[in-house]
């Protein structure tokens, strides 16, 4: 039986619908979207109690996303999702293996809760409140409900629609003490288009704890539209006004009208005499001619007449030419109010945490006796110097402390010369801008200091930027304040300025100096929680804001590769970015569920950087011989480099392989120097490669496949191929769509990688794969990356729910 056969919101149809089409039509995504919508109606009691410590049943859970959801943000209270669907909670406890759901329906739960919540689950049903009887049976304290709200045009699953008169205040042994409305019509990138009503009901016993109000029932939409209305008078004003003069035109247009018929009326009565002063021609001669004359002077008259209509008809064009727009002004208005509405609704989560934290600490007794003490200690300048020397003393002796005061006594010298450093170095890039030098500036952060022949993303940017007269503060990482940075607050390169990463933080202040400029981008690809706050000081100086994932930094975490990551610091980037890009379609993929409008733009290459006249010279120089020389050039970290593949292709002594790189273990080194086929060359700089690849046959990139692997855009893989080799990949499954790039999965147990080497070794390149590779590299030249990265239009979030009246 197909889906259309099934009866809707049968048990036997959702099961059908979670196995089939709940996922590709956004079921998860709207899930959130419910969720994030009812807590932020949440008020502050209930989130309290959530805070402290509640028992919370999730009825109607589908899949999951909001059980979890709820259990991440509130670690006190326990958490269960039920759903009456199989398949649901099949893969619910899939998704979220540490979060416990039940199977069931609710008429068979036997179970107590302090908090039962139901997300628009009711209007499935015929007799809604039949089933709110249950959830009200399985609750002790809360039950509450979010349900679509004066909802007259239904949707085809939804059986019931809510209005104010279904809702009574007592109802069994349950009172309403909450009611909130939320209009989701106004907002972007939404799952629903209509209302949402979140009701809470308190059991009676705990009915006393709550002193209700009229602001409790009648709490309903939130968002302050008065700035708005008043435009939108203003509108209505200009265009009742344009109405009324619209009118008058067109009254004096049917008068005229009115007149012009007249006179065709009067012109055909005219003709009716002529013809009748015919029949008597020579006796009428003299009385036709005057005829004429008058009928010729009448044609000019009802020119003359014509002539003021036709200008009032032009008129009228410009008139609504200028209503146009006047409305598309309003839209703008209103897309810029809205945004403005979500940085104040996001800045207000922010600190509402901080508050309920903070205030959580001021009020024990340790805070109370420990606040006397330490502001005693820390506000006595004498005992809060002779208290830090003492412990620096107690801890690392006495030769520390003396160090301690000499090194705070020299950076207090070097702190108040910094300003005046970083001040000379924006007074030289506001010189360039002055004299037409530069025409822009482009904020980069960097994990390397600048090495202009270090084959990198974001070095090579900042050249790009570089050459087309934008200057560049190339913001270099530090692990911690002081630490050494070469060539700081220095033009490393022209127009590029090398700043450390404490310095540019500390002096933001000092970006005022190019608030005449504007070319003002921030391209930003480290997203820390330093970057994260620094970001929006960005913004609020008129800089676009550029998000580049150069990498999985979640995947390079659990490595030990990026210790600095939160996943929620690059969720907030990304967010708040105007534009983001990804090197890998996986990138992309992965962080769909929080824009739709990621752009893949991968890595590329420099001829300059490897040598002009060095383009396929690994095909100029190569003889053919018995022997396959395999090279790698690159980072060798054993996270996710695959020795044991090297090793198993050095096993076949007609396989020569040669490494060049860093970042190698001494004794992965010394197990690998017993086999004679193998040669380890150490660093080579990149100009410098052509030296060595001239003799190699096969470009080699063994990768473990993992989620870090198959993220990555190996800036190699261009390289290689520029170089005239054919390429062969593990563990990076996209890199097979280039040209001349052999994928070798290793699941596939009847080849082995000896045998595929030796067919990729084996294959003619032929004239069509010639014309793909110059396509290819032709389009994959860094300047033809940063120029589609940086001249894309900003682009906006589209409408994922489709409403469906029914």
């Known amino acids: 039986m197909t889906l259309e056969h099934i009866p809707i919101n049968s048990k036997q149809y959702w099961d059908d619908r979670f196995n089939s089409d709940w996922e590709g039509n956004s079921g998860r995504q709207q899930t959130l979207y419910f969720c994030n919508i009812a807590e932020s109606m949440f008020p502050d009691w209930f989130v309290s109690l959530l805070l402290k410590g509640a028992s919370f049943a999730d009825v109607g859970c589908a899949e999951g996303d909001g059980t979890n959801f709820f259990a991440e943000r509130y670690p006190n209270s326990k958490f269960t999702g039920l759903d009456f669907s199989e398949a649901a909670i099949n893969k619910a406890k899939k998704h979220y293996p540490k979060q416990n759901f039940i199977q069931a329906e609710v008429q068979n739960i036997n179970s107590k809760f302090d908090i039962v919540f139901s997300s628009n689950t009711l209007e499935h049903f015929i007799n809604p409140?039949?089933?709110?009887?249950?959830?009200?049976?399985?609750?002790?304290?809360?039950?509450?409900?979010?349900?679509?709200?004066?909802?007259?045009?239904?949707?085809?699953?939804?059986?019931?629609?809510?209005?104010?008169?279904?809702?009574?205040?007592?109802?069994?042994?349950?009172?309403?003490?909450?009611?909130?409305?939320?209009?989701?019509?106004?907002?972007?990138?939404?799952?629903?288009?209509?209302?949402?009503?979140?009701?809470?009901?308190?059991?009676?016993?705990?009915?006393?704890?709550?002193?209700?109000?009229?602001?409790?029932?009648?709490?309903?939409?939130?968002?302050?539209?008065?700035?708005?209305?008043?435009?939108?008078?203003?509108?209505?004003?200009?265009?009742?006004?344009?109405?009324?003069?619209?009118?008058?035109?067109?009254?004096?247009?049917?008068n005229q009208t009115k007149l012009i018929e007249q006179i065709y009326r009067d012109k055909e009565q005219l003709h009716s005499e002529r013809d009748l002063l015919k029949k008597d021609k020579e006796i009428a001669l003299t009385e036709n001619e005057k005829l004429q004359i008058k009928l010729e002077a009448t044609r000019r008259e009802l020119d003359d007449l014509l002539t003021p209509y036709r200008q009032m008809e032009e008129q009228f064009k410009d008139l609504k030419s200028a209503f146009m727009l006047s409305h598309e002004a309003e839209k703008t208005l209103e897309k810029e109010i809205d945004y403005l509405k979500k940085q104040l609704e996001w800045l207000l989560s922010e600190k509402y945490s901080a508050d309920v934290e903070l205030q959580s600490i001021k009020s024990s007794t340790l805070w109370a006796v420990g606040s006397k003490y330490y502001y005693l200690r820390d506000n006595t300048p004498i005992v809060k110097e002779a208290y830090k020397g003492l412990r620096i003393w107690k801890r690392y002796g006495f030769r520390t402390?003396?160090?301690?005061?000499?090194?705070?006594?020299?950076?207090?010298?070097?702190?108040?010369?910094?300003?005046?450093?970083?001040?000379?170095?924006?007074?030289?890039?506001?010189?360039?801008?002055?004299?037409?030098?530069?025409?822009?500036?482009?904020?980069?952060?960097?994990?390397?200091?600048?090495?202009?022949?270090?084959?990198?993303?974001?070095?090579?940017?900042?050249?790009?930027?570089?050459?087309?007269?934008?200057?560049?503060?190339?913001?270099?990482?530090?692990?911690?304040?002081?630490?050494?940075?070469?060539?700081?607050?220095?033009?490393?390169?022209?127009?590029?300025?090398?700043?450390?990463?404490?310095?540019?933080?500390?002096?933001?202040?000092?970006?005022?100096?190019f608030e005449n400029m504007k070319y003002k981008k921030a391209i930003l690809n480290i997203p820390s929680k330093k970057w994260n706050e620094v970001m929006f000081n960005l913004k609020v100086k008129h800089?676009?804001?550029?998000?580049?994932?150069?990498?999985?930094?979640?995947?390079?975490?659990?490595?030990?590769?990026?210790?600095?990551?939160?996943?929620?610091?690059?969720?907030?980037?990304?967010?708040?970015?105007?534009?983001?890009?990804?090197?890998?379609?996986?990138?992309?993929?992965?962080?769909?569920?929080?824009?739709?409008?990621?752009?893949?733009?991968?890595?590329?290459?420099?001829?300059?950087?490897?040598?002009?006249?060095?383009?396929?010279?690994?095909?100029?120089?190569?003889?053919k011989t018995e022997n396959v020389k395999l090279g790698y050039f690159g980072h060798l970290t054993e996270s996710w480099f695959d020795w044991e593949l090297v090793e198993e292709i050095l096993s076949k002594d007609n396989f020569i392989v040669e490494v060049i790189g860093y970042g190698v273990s001494e004794e992965k080194l010394s197990q690998l120097k017993k086999y004679d086929n193998f040669n380890y060359v150490g660093t080579v700089e990149p100009n410098q490669l052509y030296k060595y690849v001239e003799e190699w046959d096969i470009g080699l990139i063994p990768f473990i496949e993992s989620n870090l692997s198959v993220a990555v855009d190996p800036i190699k893989v261009y390289e290689y191929l520029y170089f005239g080799l054919k390429v062969?990949?593990?563990?990076?499954?996209?890199?097979?769509?280039?040209?001349?790039?052999?994928?070798?999965?290793?699941?596939?147990?009847?080849?082995?990688?000896?045998?595929?080497?030796?067919?990729v070794y084996a294959a003619e390149v032929s004239e069509s794969l010639e014309m793909k590779l110059n396509e290819f590299l032709e389009k994959t030249l860094w300047d033809n990356r940063f120029e589609q990265l940086l001249n894309n239009p900003i682009n906006c979030y589209s409408e994922i729910y489709k409403y469906e009246s029914n």
């Open 401 to 513: 402390l003396v160090k301690k005061i000499y090194s705070k006594v020299k950076l207090k010298k070097d702190r108040m010369s910094l300003n005046v450093s970083l001040q000379s170095v924006y007074s030289d890039i506001s010189k360039k801008f002055e004299q037409k030098d530069v025409d822009g500036i482009v904020i980069i952060p960097s994990a390397f200091e600048f090495k202009e022949l270090y084959n990198q993303r974001t070095i090579n940017l900042a050249k790009y930027l570089s050459k087309n007269n934008k200057a560049v503060l190339f913001v270099v990482w530090q692990w911690a304040k002081g630490e050494e940075i070469n060539k700081n607050l220095r033009e490393v390169h022209s127009n590029v300025f090398q700043i450390a990463l404490y310095d540019f933080i500390e002096s933001m202040h000092l970006l005022d100096a």
């Open 129 to 254: 409140f039949e089933i709110l009887n249950h959830l009200f049976r399985i609750t002790n304290k809360y039950t509450v409900i979010l349900i679509p709200f004066q909802e007259y045009e239904r949707f085809k699953e939804h059986f019931y629609t809510f209005d104010y008169k279904d809702f009574d205040i007592n109802y069994s042994n349950f009172s309403i003490v909450y009611a909130h409305e939320f209009d989701c019509g106004k907002e972007p990138n939404i799952y629903w288009a209509g209302k949402q009503l979140l009701v809470i009901y308190a059991h009676k016993d705990v009915l006393l704890e709550h002193k209700c109000t009229l602001h409790d029932y009648i709490n309903s939409l939130s968002m302050n539209y008065s700035e708005m209305k008043i435009d939108r008078d203003k509108a209505q004003n200009q265009l009742e006004e344009m109405n009324l003069l619209i009118k008058s035109q067109q009254e004096t247009i049917f």
């Open 728 to 759: 062969v990949v593990t563990g990076i499954p996209h890199l097979q769509s280039y040209p001349n790039v052999y994928y070798y999965d290793q699941g596939n147990e009847s080849l082995t990688i000896a045998s595929f080497i030796e067919k």
């Open 543 to 623: 800089f676009e804001i550029i998000y580049d994932i150069m990498d999985d930094w979640e995947e390079f975490q659990r490595v030990g590769q990026a210790s600095w990551y939160q996943q929620e610091s690059e969720e907030s980037v990304i967010l708040n970015a105007d534009r983001v890009y990804a090197v890998s379609s996986a990138l992309v993929e992965k962080f769909l569920y929080l824009r739709k409008d990621i752009t893949c733009i991968g890595n590329g290459y420099y001829p300059d950087l490897l040598g002009i006249d060095k383009r396929d010279i690994a095909t100029r120089t190569r003889n």
